[in-house]
């Protein structure tokens, strides 16, 4: 998207301490807005987008 310019996928790892069958992913992620500059809760309001969605459409959650 237009705030969102840049993902990739920097890591992935199994096993323990794991649940059976799942895994971790991490990504970096670029925000950048054209005609201003984001403030934090700007970027914090398109990460918790973000983590819904993830939620919603593959069931992934948020280790934290």
């Known amino acids: 998207g237009a705030l969102l310019p840049d993902v990739g996928l920097f890591g992935r790892c199994g096993g323990e301490p794991l649940p059976p069958g ?3 992913l991490a990504f970096r992620r670029t925000y950048q807005s054209q005609e201003t500059n984001l403030r934090d ?3 914090a309001k398109l990460r918790d987008r973000i ?3 993830v ?3 593959t069931g992934g959650k948020l280790r934290g």
């Open 22 to 24: 799942s895994k971790s």
């Open 41 to 43: 809760a700007d970027v």
């Open 51 to 53: 983590i819904r969605r």
């Open 55 to 57: 939620e919603r459409d």
